[in-house]
Nanobody, 116 residues
Framework: VQLVESGGGLVQAGGSLRLSCAAS????????MGWYRQVPGKQRELVAT????????NYADSVKGRFTISRDNAKNTMYLQMNNLKSEDTAVYYC??????????WGQGTQVTVSS
């Protein structure tokens, strides 16, 4: 499985961005897939994920109501719509997929910078 993120960039506070994660290879049978983010000096943190084959979504409390995770199975692509961005959302965002039994795959990351 290879994952390629796109859509990051510089945006003013209150603005929006949509991240995309294009997957190659077989991702029909997954344990989970989603988005994480990381800032220098801190651990990578969960932003939003699908679990149990895409039937359940989880969001970090800090992004609930502002971010929406979605997927297009026909395109093997996952999205993260980010609205009302805040300076604390500035980070490198990573796409993640876990396939059975517990194989983890990560994209290369895309930088999101929110200016206040």
């Amino acid at each position: 499985v290879q994952l390629v993120e796109s859509g990051g960039g510089l945006v003013q506070a209150g603005g929006s961005l949509r991240l995309s994660c294009a997957a190659s290879g077989s991702i029909f049978n997954i344990n989970a897939m989603g988005w994480y983010r990381q800032v220098p000096g801190k651990q990578r943190e969960l932003v939003a994920t699908f679990t149990k084959g895409g039937g359940v979504t989880n969001y970090a409390d800090s992004v609930k109501g502002r971010f929406t995770i979605s997927r297009d199975n026909a395109k093997n692509t996952m999205y993260l719509q980010m609205n009302n961005l805040k300076s604390e959302d500035t980070a490198v965002y990573y796409c993640h997929v876990q396939t059975p039994p517990y194989y983890n795959y990560w994209g290369q990351g895309t930088q999101v910078t929110v200016s206040s």
